[in-house]
C-alpha cells in the first residue's frame, strides 16, 4: 500500500543524514514501556478541572526518538469545551543556540483510534512514523512538542479537540523553567491529519490562547472540509480512514450515534482501539450508508451541524500560513486546501499557498517537508513574507 511504503521511507530516512546531523531512534525496546491506558501517569490529576488551559499537572523524564525528554501532563479542553488533560512529549536539544531557541509543535498524523498510536507513547518505542520529520526540527536546533492531540478519547478527526490540545501543550512547555522556552517564537507544523490538528490550532489560538507568540504554520494536505474528504474516500481503498474519522468524531459527538444500524455499531466496537495501518488497510471499499440507517447521513441534520462545527474557514488564523498540497490527492482533495486559503485570505491572514504537480498525497508529505522547514526558518528569522492571496 502507498501508505506502507512512506512508512518504510520514513523509517530508512530516520537514521539518516539531516541537515548534517544524524536524527537518533534507537529507544527502548517496546515491551519495557507501559502503554498509556496502564500508565499512572496519564490518569487526570486530582482537580485538574479547576486549573487554567495550558497548566502542567505533572511531569517526568523519559527517552523519546532516543533523546533526553519531558513529558508533560496538561490541562486542555475538548470540542465542547469540558475540561480534559493531555499528554505532550518535549525534546529540548542539548547543543547551544544561538538567540533564543524556537518552538516547533510538530503535530503527525495520528489517525487513530486506540491510546497506543499516541506520539507520546510511539516516541518511547520507536514506533512513530513520523521522527524523521520532527527531526529536521532539532536538526535545526529547535525545541520539539509533540502533543497527543486527539484527546483522552482519541478522538481523530475532531478538529476542535485537537486544536486545543496543539494550544494547550505549546502552553505547557512554554511555561516549564527548565525547557528556557518563555517568550520563544513558536511554530506549527503538521501533514494530512497532523495538519487538520495544526490549521484548528491556527484558528482557535487568536481567542483560545491569544498571548502565544505564533510566528508561523505550515500545514500541507490539510483536510479542511471533512465532508469533501469523507465523500472522496468513500468507498475507494482507504475508505477505513474516512469511517475511523467518523468513529472519532462520535467520540466527541455521541449525538451522531443515532444514526448507526447493527452494522455501524459493530463496526464501531471493531474499530476501538485500532491504529492507521489497521483502519487504512482494514475495510477497503466500504460505504459509509453499509453502516447507518440513512441513505445519505451527511445531509442528515446532526450530520450537517457537527460537520460544520469542524469545518475550517471560519476564523482568521493571525500567524502567517503556509499551505502545500498534492493537485493530485487522491485522499483530501486539493479543493479543500485551495477553499480554506481563500477564505483565510478574505479575513486578512497572511497565506502562502504551494499547489504540487510532482505527487500524491502520501509522497508529499516527505517531499514537501523541506520548503515546510524553511517557511518556518524564514518565519523565526522574521524575514519578509510572500503570499499568494
Same mark, same amino acid.
Given at each position: 500500500?502507498?501508505?506502507?511504503?512512506?512508512?518504510?521511507?520514513?523509517?530508512?530516512?530516520?537514521?539518516?543524514?539531516?541537515?548534517?546531523?544524524?536524527?537518533?531512534? +534507537?529507544?527502548?525496546? /517496546?515491551?519495557?514501556?507501559?502503554?498509556?491506558?496502564?500508565? /499512572?501517569?496519564?490518569?487526570?490529576? %486530582?482537580?485538574?478541572?479547576?486549573?487554567?488551559?495550558?497548566?502542567?499537572?505533572?511531569?517526568?523524564?523519559?527517552?523519546?526518538?532516543?533523546?533526553?525528554?519531558?513529558?508533560?501532563?496538561?490541562?486542555?479542553?475538548?470540542?465542547?469545551?469540558? *475540561?480534559?488533560?493531555?499528554?505532550?512529549?518535549?525534546i529540548v536539544p542539548s547543543t547551544p543556540?544561538?538567540g533564543r531557541r524556537p518552538?516547533?509543535?510538530?503535530?503527525?498524523?495520528?489517525?487513530?483510534?486506540?491510546?497506543?498510536?499516541?506520539?507520546?507513547? &510511539?516516541?518511547?518505542?520507536?514506533?512513530?512514523?513520523?521522527?524523521?520529520?520532527?527531526?529536521?526540527?532539532?536538526?535545526? $536546533?529547535?525545541?520539539?512538542?509533540? &502533543?497527543?492531540?486527539?484527546?483522552?478519547?482519541?478522538?481523530? $478527526?475532531? #478538529?476542535?479537540?485537537?486544536?486545543?490540545?496543539?494550544?494547550?501543550?505549546?502552553?505547557?512547555?512554554?511555561?516549564?523553567?527548565?525547557?528556557?522556552?518563555?517568550?520563544?517564537?513558536? $511554530?506549527?507544523?503538521?501533514?494530512?491529519?497532523?495538519?487538520?490538528?495544526?490549521?484548528? +490550532?491556527?484558528?482557535?489560538? /487568536?481567542?483560545?490562547? *491569544?498571548?502565544?507568540?505564533?510566528?508561523?504554520?505550515? %500545514?500541507?494536505?490539510?483536510?479542511?472540509?471533512?465532508?469533501?474528504?469523507?465523500?472522496?474516500?468513500? #468507498?475507494?481503498?482507504?475508505?477505513?480512514?474516512?469511517?475511523?474519522?467518523?468513529?472519532?468524531? @462520535?467520540?466527541?459527538?455521541?449525538?451522531?450515534?443515532?444514526?448507526?444500524?447493527?452494522?455501524?455499531?459493530?463496526?464501531?466496537?471493531? @474499530?476501538?482501539? @485500532?491504529?492507521? #495501518?489497521?483502519?487504512?488497510?482494514?475495510?477497503?471499499?466500504?460505504?459509509?450508508?453499509?453502516?447507518?440507517?440513512?441513505?445519505?447521513?451527511?445531509?442528515?441534520?446532526?450530520?450537517?451541524?457537527?460537520?460544520?462545527?469542524?469545518?475550517?474557514?471560519?476564523?482568521?488564523? +493571525?500567524?502567517?500560513?503556509?499551505?502545500?498540497?498534492?493537485?493530485?490527492?487522491?485522499?483530501?482533495?486539493?479543493?479543500?486546501?485551495?477553499?480554506?486559503?481563500?477564505?483565510?485570505?478574505?479575513?486578512?491572514?497572511?497565506?502562502?499557498?504551494? &499547489?504540487?504537480?510532482?505527487?500524491?498525497?502520501?509522497?508529499?508529505?516527505?517531499?514537501?517537508?523541506?520548503?515546510?522547514?524553511?517557511?518556518?526558518? %524564514?518565519?523565526?528569522?522574521?524575514?519578509?513574507?510572500?503570499?499568494?492571496?
Amino acid at each position: 500500500m502507498k501508505r506502507t511504503a512512506l512508512w518504510a521511507l520514513l523509517v530508512v530516512a530516520a537514521g539518516s543524514l539531516v541537515g548534517g546531523v544524524v536524527v537518533p531512534t +534507537a529507544v527502548a525496546a /517496546p515491551e519495557a514501556i507501559v502503554e498509556p491506558d496502564l500508565d /499512572p501517569f496519564y490518569r487526570p490529576a %486530582a482537580g485538574f478541572e479547576a486549573a487554567a488551559p495550558g497548566t502542567v499537572l505533572k511531569q517526568r523524564d523519559v527517552t523519546a526518538a532516543g533523546l533526553p525528554a519531558l513529558q508533560l501532563q496538561v490541562r486542555s479542553t475538548d470540542a465542547k469545551d469540558r *475540561p480534559v488533560t493531555v499528554v505532550s512529549t518535549l525534546i529540548v536539544p542539548s547543543t547551544p543556540y544561538p538567540g533564543r531557541r524556537p518552538l516547533l509543535s510538530y503535530q503527525p498524523a495520528t489517525d487513530s483510534l486506540g491510546d497506543q498510536c499516541n506520539p507520546s507513547y &510511539t516516541l518511547r518505542t520507536g514506533t512513530e512514523k513520523e521522527t524523521a520529520l520532527l527531526g529536521l526540527g532539532l536538526a535545526k $536546533g529547535w525545541a520539539v512538542v509533540v &502533543t497527543d492531540y486527539q484527546g483522552p478519547r482519541d478522538a481523530y $478527526g475532531a #478538529g476542535r479537540m485537537e486544536g486545543h490540545a496543539v494550544l494547550d501543550g505549546i502552553r505547557g512547555a512554554t511555561s516549564v523553567p527548565e525547557a528556557g522556552l518563555v517568550n520563544a517564537k513558536i $511554530g506549527m507544523w503538521g501533514y494530512s491529519g497532523g495538519a487538520l490538528a495544526s490549521g484548528w +490550532a491556527a484558528e482557535l489560538q /487568536p481567542t483560545y490562547a *491569544p498571548k502565544l507568540r505564533i510566528a508561523g504554520v505550515a %500545514a500541507g494536505g490539510i483536510p479542511a472540509d471533512l465532508t469533501l474528504a469523507a465523500k472522496t474516500m468513500d #468507498g475507494g481503498p482507504f475508505s477505513g480512514l474516512g469511517l475511523g474519522a467518523v468513529n472519532g468524531l @462520535m467520540r466527541e459527538y455521541p449525538e451522531l450515534e443515532s444514526l448507526l444500524n447493527d452494522a455501524g455499531r459493530a463496526l464501531q466496537a471493531d @474499530m476501538d482501539d @485500532m491504529c492507521v #495501518g489497521e483502519l487504512a488497510t482494514g475495510y477497503p471499499f466500504r460505504k459509509l450508508t453499509e453502516f447507518t440507517t440513512s441513505p445519505d447521513p451527511l445531509n442528515e441534520p446532526v450530520g450537517r451541524e457537527v460537520l460544520a462545527l469542524n469545518r475550517m474557514g471560519a476564523q482568521a488564523p +493571525a500567524a502567517p500560513v503556509y499551505l502545500y498540497h498534492s493537485k493530485f490527492d487522491e485522499l483530501i482533495p486539493w479543493a479543500a486546501g485551495d477553499a480554506v486559503r481563500r477564505e483565510w485570505c478574505a479575513k486578512g491572514t497572511k497565506v502562502t499557498f504551494h &499547489t504540487d504537480y510532482l505527487s500524491e498525497h502520501n509522497v508529499l508529505a516527505v517531499t514537501g517537508a523541506p520548503a515546510a522547514v524553511a517557511y518556518l526558518t %524564514a518565519r523565526f528569522s522574521a524575514l519578509p513574507l510572500t503570499n499568494t492571496c
